[in-house]
């Protein structure tokens, strides 16, 4: 598996994020079944799967962490500032 680099998520091991912008929609093609997700930032940023682009969004993953997800439903993941 290749490594995920800090700033970027990545799914199964393969970077599908942070092209140069900080935060934002990054959408997901052709993703089935549970994959490792794992949310690499390093300035607080969550990272949301969402069911369209940017709403419906429903499982946040907090900076370092990973967990598998049923990517079946998910069309893209959101960047977003982490608010306290």
Do not use: W
Not at 29 to 54: I, M, P, W
Not at 68 to 78: E, G, K, Q
């Amino acid at each position: 598996m290749p490594p995920c680099f800090l700033g970027f998520e990545c799914l199964s091991g393969n970077a599908e994020g942070d092209t140069g912008k900080p935060y934002g929609c990054h959408t997901i093609y052709n993703q089935f079944g549970r994959h490792s997700v794992l949310n690499n930032q390093y300035d607080g940023a969550l990272a949301e799967t969402c069911k369209s682009l940017t709403t419906d969004c429903h499982f946040t993953i907090g900076p370092q962490e990973g967990f598998y997800v049923n990517l079946t439903p998910i069309n893209s993941i959101l960047l977003r500032e982490y608010y306290q």
